[in-house]
């Protein structure tokens, strides 16, 4: 799809049913979807000048989903072609286009569109939506489909614009630069550089990795599908649908049993890290640095079978003691060292809170949403918000999950979604309105049960906003996709 075709469009833009912002594995649902229901008076606005999320996003040597592919695909569009268990970036960003072009999205699709605000008008029950260019757009129901994890977070050190060196953010991956022979720094040692930093060490001259805190890892067994694999997951999709089950099950009363506190899976999860860490580790000092402080599932466990190798080797350096300052040549920690690099690359992940961050959304009577959620974001299953008609959210707060795929819960949202659009509709009513009383207990709900799981263990995650849990779900994704099965009509407001 290219952008000359996305403006291709025969719509009023000025007046659409639904605007969709984002054109990532949710954005696309939702269109999908929305097409399926008899809704197809959308747009998908995104940003940048193609789709994909994520996974247009970040092009990191070895990035690569850490959950199966089976199942981190859509549950309606088995895909037969997975060269291997964990597909890589590539792979997963042709599967988003293909599916795009496969259910007619090309002309939903409009590209180079960075929305500044979205305001809501009482009286007309209307989403007006300006962007950057000041292109306006105007529509009864507003999504949000732009992610958790989209933004790089960048720590601030004291002295940065001193370094004479390259530097750049894993998420926003330099291509130009060539670091073979070079000396480099990486900052964080989470789940991108886990997968980029096994790739990287086989051509620089010396690697040293700068650690915060540690991670639970386990082995992912990776490996390609023979073509008669292949071949029979083609022929014979019931094959796919007991595989997608398996990895579901795994993860569902495996690692999230874990999460929840059982011992047993704990113990089970734990011993299975540390003799993955044992097996690949024989320094006994560099094996307790590796070994993290708080449970299992604090933090989200991740997967690699090359992270653990790739510190062991010899132009391979773990350094443990906090960065304190940039310097002209390197790096100034706080046991006094001073390291010299010729390219330095953070590793430290995305900002995830505030959410909706970038974005100017202003509910009824001017509610600007940064001041509803001042506290910290909530929202009715993550979808709907008080004083916000007809703004429906998809991966919006407390819907992460640190166990499976993400897009269980994004079907969910979506299928969710439409029936609330479909009752408004079917009414003869403008909008719909979750009750104060009701999101508020829900959300009380939701804190009290994520207080007695691993994910309140520690206090540097990014689950957090403050000291309250706006980003991950407190079950499973068997319970969440039940009780949005139905949508209780009694806690919405049609008006």
Known sequence: MTESKSRSLAHNLTKLHTLIIGAGFAGLCMGIKLKE??????????????????????????????????LYSYSFEHNADWQSKWSGQAQILKYQHDTALKYGLENHLRYGCSVDSASYDDARARWQVRTSDGQEFEAQHLVTAVGQLHYPSTPSFPNAEAFQGQVFHSAKWDHAVDLTNKRVAVIGNAASAVQFIPEIAKKVKSLSVFQRSANWILPKMDRPYAKWEQRLSARVPMVIRVYRWYIWAAGEYGVLSAINGNRLTRWVVRTLCLRNLKRHINDPELRTKLTPNYPVGAKRVLFSDHFYPALARDNVALETASIESFTSRGLKTSDGAEHEFDVIIY??????????????????????????????????????????PNLHMLYGPNTNLGHTSIIIMLEAQVDYVVRLMQRVQSAQASACEIDQAEEAKFNQEMQARLSTMAFSQVANSWYMDGNKITNNWAGGTKEYVRRLQQVDWSVYRLN
């Open 37 to 70: 229901a008899g809704l197809s008076d959308f747009l998908i606005l995104e940003k940048a000048d193609d789709l994909g999320g994520t996974w247009r996003e970040n092009t990191y040597p070895g990035a690569e989903c850490d959950i199966p592919s089976a």
């Open 347 to 388: 590793g430290t992940g995305f900002q995830t809170n505030p959410f909706l961050a970038h974005i100017d959304v202003r509910g009824r009577n001017g509610l600007s949403i940064r001041d509803a959620w001042r506290n910290g974001a909530h929202a009715y299953y993550g979808v709907s918000t008080h004083g916000f």
